[in-house]
């Protein structure tokens, strides 16, 4: 299976209290052949800190761009074996790698 949709959250401009709500809600949306990347000021470990105490081992969190000014990072579901479910990941140069 092959990603083919990219969504990407640009959370820099979402109040602060509300971007985690708004990424779960995204995350929570995903299917099989999309992956979201999200743009931040800042690394968000608290974020992944979270995401992996709601769902642990259930997404791929990949960096993209490790600041200074931004990140983005590029979050997939995982299958049952441990892989990100789109075998075209950006590790591969897939769709993802934008």
């Keep these: 299976m092959n990603i083919s949709t990219v969504t990407e959250l640009d959370v820099r401009a979402i109040p602060p209290q509300d971007r985690h ?17 999200i743009v931040n000021d800042h690394d968000p470990v608290p974020l992944r800190l979270q995401l992996e105490s709601r769902a642990p081992g259930q997404y791929q969190w990949v960096y993209l761009q490790s600041g200074p000014e931004h990140w983005r990072i590029q979050i997939s579901r995982m299958n049952a074996g441990g892989q990100a479910k789109a075998e075209d990941s950006c590790c591969s140069g897939g769709a993802c790698c934008g």
């Design 21 to 37: 709500a708004r990424i779960f809600d995204k995350l929570d949306a995903l299917q099989g052949d999309e992956c979201l990347q």
